[in-house]
């Protein structure tokens, strides 16, 4: 498949960046990119890839249509931290890949 002339990879225009949230709350890690054709947004929390609504509809994170990423609330246990980590999105297109700047996502202590 040749790269058509108006095609061009992915980019990202605006980055996640580092957050503080107490537990229960709702927070959004925010991830905007270009690309033509459109690229599609994946988001790795640790270097593993996040599963949201589209994967799992009782999913409390949302792949929202900008890219970035929705908690509605953040879940945080005494054992399990499930959203506690450092996050980063990639775009992707046929032509390539951006990956952005890295987040962290830090429950707050009560």
């Known amino acids: 498949m040749h790269a058509k002339s108006e095609d061009f990879p992915p980019r990202i225009v605006e980055h996640p960046s580092d ?3 107490s537990k229960g709350e709702p927070t959004t890690l925010n991830c905007k990119a270009e690309g033509r054709p459109t690229p599609t947004i994946e988001w790795y929390k640790d ?6 609504d589209k994967d799992d509809p009782r999913s409390h994170r949302m792949l929202l249509p900008s890219g970035s990423l929705f908690f509605l609330r953040i879940v945080h246990g005494r054992r399990s931290k499930p959203d506690e980590g450092s996050y980063v999105c990639v ?5 390539g890949e951006a990956v952005s700047r890295n987040a962290s996502l830090e429950v707050a202590c009560k």
Not at 91 to 95: C, G
């Open 47 to 52: 270097g593993e890839r996040v599963e949201t």
């Open 91 to 95: 775009a992707r297109n046929y032509l």
């Open 19 to 21: 957050v503080i949230v």
